[in-house]
């Protein structure tokens, strides 16, 4: 199993990115996913989850509105597009498999750096 994060960078305030995560040794379907962060200094937060089909998504309070998760099981790739980006946002995002209660794999990681 293999989780592999994409796309993120240094950005001002205000701008978008769009998180990939690309999954292998597993059928992404078979899975909810989740999206972690951890901020510099800080602990995880759970951002956002999506369920197997993609028709159910959650979001933590800090991001409704502007994040947006999705998943394309024929490419085993989740996604989580990020808009109106603010210094807060600045993190490791992690991406996750749900395995109920908790998470059984995890990315790497992709840095998000948002300057003001």
């Known amino acids: 199993v293999q989780l592999v994060e994409s796309g993120g960078g240094l950005v001002q305030a205000g701008a978008s990115l769009r998180l990939s995560c690309a999954a292998s040794?597993?059928?992404?379907?078979?899975?909810?996913m989740t999206w972690v962060r951890q901020a510099p200094g800080e602990g995880l937060e759970w951002v956002s989850r999506?369920?197997?089909?993609?028709?159910?998504?959650d979001y933590a309070d800090s991001v409704k509105g502007r994040f947006t998760i999705s998943r394309d099981n024929a490419k085993n790739t989740l996604y989580l597009q990020i808009n109106s980006l603010k210094t807060d946002d600045t993190a490791v995002y992690y991406c996750t498999r749900n395995w109920n209660p908790t998470y059984d794999y995890w990315g790497q990681g992709t840095q998000v750096t948002v300057s003001s």
């Open positions: 040794g597993f059928t992404l379907s078979n899975y909810h």
């Open positions: 999506i369920r197997r089909t993609g028709t159910v998504t």
